[in-house]
């Protein structure tokens, strides 16, 4: 995930607007994860890496964490819950069950 | 270097003298014979172009308005139903602010079928934003295709040339081909600002709401209104370099003229010679040549109706439910004016009906023996 | 371990796709294959309104957004602009099956039939899902959309577009599954390295318009290609078919339809028919392998 700054763009005259609807920020201002019903857990213990959740994420909201254990690299998913949606397919996809499905916290 | 050539060899050659980079077109009769010409030069390395074949005018101006937004020269032509296939991607091509280059010739719309010259396929993609030019002769053809390079470069709007099937389209004029050097000091490369670069990404035509939508509409009236001194100013460096003037209108005779033929491409030039007759006869007419249609140069229309006791427009198009749109136009500048005259519209060769000199001075001995019109239409010619 | 799919995510996140969108699935890992060097030209389809509106984008490539029938159109001209140019880009045409199999059918022939130099991606959500799941001729028959409800169905099967493609004779034709993104991922690097005209149809499904929890879009997508409904093929000049993964114990259709309430109104007669017609293409589909 980049680390772009957040911009959001407001336009007050219409001298600061570009000459046609160009694009000049990202999305990722867009805390998509406040569309989540169900939030996804991994649970650490069962996770053997496999990967196959950050694999299938439609959002790519699930980083790859790298560490050196015993001097063996060791990739463990991380999900970025500013932008998971709640979808659950990793949850449903996880061979190991390592991924739980809870409720959403209430704001 | 002088040459015989059909006005759409003259459309060719404005093409080639400008160094369109990419070419797209389909065929419609009397188109073909563009296109065929730039096939022959871009095969011959004599114009370094790429030529899509594409299989539709739909895809012809898509291919185009994609190119362009990559910062390309880009150039077709076409006529009637291409034109008519091409609606919703003229619109396309005025938000994507590409400056294309088009040359249209003027052919009646079917059904029925007809391939004779009447200007309703362009006048119906007037408000597209597109910019309109008609031509007289195919010198002009040629000169302008130059001239709307530069001016559609130095706002970002596309522009259409625009000549008559058959009487510019096929016929062979004296054409004065410009130098290449001298074409190309003219007209710079294209230079584009915000285009589709992977080394500066950005996505255009995005979704837009009503927070930005208008100011986006205002941006677009504001280049059309710029384009207006554009082409004057275009006009005079042209003249400068190739000895030949153009404007936003021609007026022949009006200095001392108590009354106007109004009218456009060749009709107007038909016109001059009508006025000469009238004026052997004492009339003391006019006429003003509508060149630039859009932008409309409603300001120079004023500066010469103002003076005047009658005018009256001719025009080769008819807006159904309403009258000739040529007319519409001229009315609505003078609207607001302290001195606006009583103006006829006649709608006249419709379908290629041809018109000649005798006809206009009909015309005009017609419509100057009454004080105001009674209609808003006045058929000449029609079978009654 | 060794990832076979590209770790640098191109796309951002916070992109407006629904909950386990199977076309976001798709765009996610064709960029990661593709690259940075890419324009994607998208039609009238659900990623006019996914990559966010002006003045956002999300995918962090050129974008060109066009009409609905000109995908392919505007693409040959972006791709000549780019030769003229002398730059390299990969000019994707990123289309529903809207655009696809309807509107810009003729465009996409006519772009196929003059090899113009592009990758052409149809990610097939079997609707127009956009403007609220109106039925295509990429809707599979009995499949209820808004305009084909249960007692006004869709009889028609769903259009052969991959037929249609290899009639063109295109050099390569691939079609992918999200269910099997190392796949999709190869095939979508493979055609990045062929010149010509490259089309790539992705099964996306869609849990707004097939009715389903979003956490069964890989399921299905995986389903569609183990029941022999959607066979993941390559295909060389129109002529050499060849499958990508062979499937040596298809399972019945009738999970993968039970699964989804697009099809829940169907009797077990045409449970039944559906299957038939499946074993039947299958048989046809065999018929045209290479040997």
């Given at each position: 995930m980049s680390k772009k700054s957040k911009k959001i763009i407001i336009y007050k005259k219409e001298k600061e607007l570009p000459p046609s609807a160009i694009s000049f920020a990202s999305m990722n201002y867009n805390k998509t994860g406040n569309w989540r019903n169900f939030r996804p857990v991994i649970n650490y213990a069962k996770c053997t890496s496999c990967l196959i959740c950050w694999k299938f994420c439609p959002e790519g909201a699930i980083k790859l964490k790298k560490t050196k254990k015993n001097n063996k690299e060791v990739i463990k998913p991380v999900i970025n819950y500013d932008y998971c949606k709640g979808c659950g397919i990793c949850w449903e996809e996880c061979p190991t069950g390592a991924i739980d499905i809870i409720q959403e916290e209430e704001d | 270097m002088r040459k015989l050539l059909i006005g759409n060899h003259a459309l060719s050659y404005g093409a080639k003298l400008s160094r369109a980079e990419v070419i797209s077109a389909y065929p419609i009769t009397p188109q073909t014979e563009v296109v065929e010409l730039l096939s022959e030069m871009c095969a011959s390395g004599e114009l370094k172009a790429k030529f899509i074949k594409v299989e539709s005018e739909h895809s012809a101006m898509a291919s185009l308005i994609g190119a362009s937004a990559v910062g390309v020269r880009t150039f077709t032509a076409t006529s009637s139903q291409g034109l008519a296939l091409m609606h919703e991607m003229l619109h396309w091509a005025v938000g994507a602010r590409t400056p294309i280059v088009m040359g249209n010739i003027n052919r009646a719309l079917a059904p029925p079928w007809s391939v004779w010259t009447e200007q309703n396929d362009s006048l119906s993609q007037r408000d597209t934003g597109w910019m309109q030019l008609y031509a007289q002769n195919n010198q002009e053809v040629l000169d302008s295709v130059i001239q709307a390079y530069k001016v559609a470069e130095s706002i970002d709007l596309p522009a259409m040339v625009i000549l008559a099937a058959f009487v510019l389209s096929h016929t062979s004029e004296t054409v004065e081909i410009p130098d290449q050097k001298k074409v190309d000091a003219f007209l710079p490369s294209y230079k584009r600002k915000y285009k589709l670069d992977p080394t500066d990404p950005h996505a255009f035509g995005g979704l837009t709401n009503t927070e930005n939508y208008y100011e986006l509409r205002y941006k677009i009236q504001k280049a059309m209104e710029k384009a207006l001194n554009k082409w004057e100013e275009v006009g005079k460096e042209f003249e400068e370099i190739f000895g030949r003037k153009y404007g936003l209108i021609e007026t022949y005779k009006v200095s001392d003229a108590k009354n106007l033929i109004i009218s456009s491409a060749t009709i107007a030039s038909t016109a001059r010679n009508a006025i000469d007759k009238l004026r052997e006869k004492g009339e003391k007419v006019g006429l003003l040549r509508i060149r630039v249609f859009r932008p409309f140069p409603a300001k120079k229309v004023r500066g010469i109706l103002n003076s005047i006791d009658k005018a009256v427009v001719i025009d080769r198009n008819i807006g159904f439910g309403a009258s000739g749109i040529f007319y519409q136009e001229v009315k609505a500048a003078m609207y607001n004016e302290k001195n606006t005259p009583p103006i006829f519209g006649v709608v006249a060769g419709l379908g290629g009906r041809d018109v000649t000199s005798k006809h206009i001075i009909e015309i005009y001995e017609d419509t100057i023996k009454k004080n105001k019109p009674k209609s808003d239409i006045i058929w000449k010619g029609l079978k009654e | 371990m060794s990832l076979k799919i590209p770790e640098e995510e191109i796309m951002s996140c916070g992109n407006l796709a629904c909950q386990g969108c199977g076309a976001n699935i798709a765009m996610r890992h064709a960029l990661k294959a593709l690259g940075r060097n890419t324009a994607l030209i998208i039609p009238a389809c659900c990623w006019s309104v996914i990559d966010g509106p002006f003045p956002y984008s999300s995918v962090n490539v050129p974008v060109f957004h066009t009409a609905f029938a000109a995908a392919s159109s505007t693409a040959v001209g972006v791709?000549?602009?780019?030769?003229?140019?002398?730059?390299?880009?990969?000019?994707?045409?990123?289309?529903?099956?809207?655009?696809?199999?309807?509107?810009?059918?003729?465009?996409?022939?006519?772009?196929?039939?003059?090899?113009?130099d592009m990758i052409y991606v149809c990610y097939d959500n079997e609707a127009y899902m956009n403007t609220g799941v109106q039925r295509s001729s990429a809707t599979p028959a009995g499949a209820w959309t808004t305009t084909t409800p249960a007692n006004y169905p869709k009889k028609n099967q769903k259009k052969d577009i991959i037929s249609i493609m290899a009639s063109h004779r295109i050099p390569y034709i691939a079609t992918a599954s999200v269910a099997y993104p190392e796949d999709m991922v190869e095939k979508f690097k493979k055609a990045k390295n062929i010149k010509g005209m490259r089309f790539i149809l992705i099964f996306c499904p869609c849990p707004t318009g097939w009715k389903y929890p979003p956490q069964f879009t890989v399921k299905l997508a995986r389903l569609a290609v183990l029941s022999k409904l959607f066979p993941l093929l390559?295909?060389?000049?129109?002529?050499?078919?060849?499958?990508?993964?062979?499937?040596?114990?298809?399972q019945p259709i009738k999970e993968y339809l039970q699964l989804q309430g697009r099809f829940k109104h169907l009797k077990e007669k045409d449970l039944k028919e559906i299957q038939d017609t499946i074993d039947t293409n299958w048989e046809l589909l065999l018929k045209k392998l290479d040997k």
């Open positions: - | - | 791709k000549a602009a780019f030769e003229i140019l002398k730059k390299k880009t990969t000019v994707v045409a990123w289309t529903g099956d809207g655009s696809t199999y309807d509107i810009g059918l003729g465009t996409l022939s006519g772009s196929a039939e003059r090899n113009d390559e295909i060389e000049d129109g002529i050499k078919w060849k499958l990508t993964k062979k499937i040596s114990r298809p």
